[in-house]
């Protein structure tokens, strides 16, 4: 808001940082965690909402996900049947309760419902029908048999935004990773449009690990003037734990491509070490003289595949030993360049 002249407009920004939330933590899900944020301001064109489904099919793709399913709902259409019902002042508070329907089940959401809002139990079962329906077919067929379930203009709007979004993305990526979700509520009250939620195939129960949508009016908290906003949240803890879980990222206890051990000099190894790393590799030096058994061991534990050692041989001649701690093999009197190529080919 403060900076839009300068910055112009439309405007695309990404951000990665941490966020918190208060809540129990479990499985993918914690009190701080590290988001990616992606958002497209400015622009009220669809266009702008099929580049953030875009963004989110790349990345998953990307880091090797094979199925995934990214959720397309649109605020307006339930929005527009409360209005029918004329309960649209209690249109949040109902959707923050069926936004829960996946973690309490159909039954306590409508016994919820009919505690906290003032809807009849044949509204309430009209809602959950509604949102029960899935989608046959592709989602363009799908959102055409939507179109006769209710002559409200908010909820015709909603259904010829999807429409007009996924005409776009049936060019883009193919269909089997995206779908009409009715059920997806994104219970934060500033989205105004088509929203997001993205599962992993293999993992359903893990949680959505990418959302998001369009938020219209957020910058009028801010400044009178109106920016549309569209954009959506990559949760880095909870994907990392799915990859993980999926075998399609191993965790490593270190970045480097190989621990530097001084077995005679301390100051000859960090200098060699510098050496090393001035040519682009990565070292972790050895912090103290010690015998081979102590600092080998420190390897495994680290999961070191390579270490480098110096002796007081290897001082005097100016070369390197190049031990493989899992094969067992060593090279001996490697000079500085055939000590680097090796290293690269295990790199590369």
Not at 20 to 39: I, P, V
Request: proline letters at 2%.
């Amino acid at each position: 808001s403060q900076y839009k002249n300068e910055l112009g407009l439309p405007f695309k920004r990404y951000c990665i940082g941490n966020v918190f939330r208060g809540e129990r933590a479990q499985k993918g899900r914690y009190r701080e965690f590290t988001q990616c944020d992606f958002d497209f301001i400015g622009t009220q064109s669809i266009g702008s909402d099929a580049e953030i489904v875009q963004v989110i099919y790349q990345t998953l793709r990307h880091l090797g996900v094979e199925r995934f399913t990214i959720a397309l709902n649109h605020r307006k259409i339930f929005n527009g049947l409360m209005e029918s019902l004329g309960a649209e002042s209690q249109t949040i508070e109902t959707l923050r309760i069926l936004d829960k329907i996946d973690k309490i089940g159909r039954e306590s959401v409508c016994e919820e419902l009919q505690s906290k809002t003032t809807l009849k139990g044949a509204d309430i079962t009209m809602l959950l029908d509604f949102i029960a329906q899935k989608q046959e077919g592709s989602a363009l067929e799908f959102l055409g048999k939507l179109e006769s379930f209710s002559a409200n203009a908010v909820f015709q709007q909603g259904i010829s935004e999807l429409k007009e979004l996924c005409k776009l993305l049936r060019l883009l990526l193919p269909q089997e990773f995206y779908q009409i979700n009715l059920s997806i509520a994104r219970g934060l009250g500033y989205y105004t449009g088509i929203i997001y939620e993205t599962t992993l195939g293999d993992l359903p129960t893990l949680g959505s690990v990418c959302s998001g949508g369009r938020y219209d009016n957020l910058t009028q908290n801010f400044s009178s003037d109106s920016l549309s906003g569209v954009g959506a949240s990559i949760g880095l803890d909870r994907l990392l734990a799915g990859l993980e879980e999926l075998g399609l990222i191993k965790g490593n206890a270190n970045v480097a491509n190989a621990l530097l051990i001084p077995l005679h000099s301390l100051e000859y190894g960090y200098f060699a070490a510098q050496n090393l790393r001035n040519l682009g590799l990565k070292i972790e030096v050895y912090p103290e003289i010690v015998k081979p058994k102590k600092s080998f061991a420190y390897a495994n534990a680290k999961g070191y595949k390579y270490v480098i050692v110096l002796g007081e041989e290897e001082e005097s001649q100016k070369t390197y030993t190049l031990k493989n701690m899992e094969s067992g093999e060593q090279k001996n009197h490697l000079s500085l360049e055939s000590l680097v190529e090796c290293l690269w080919v295990v790199e590369s």
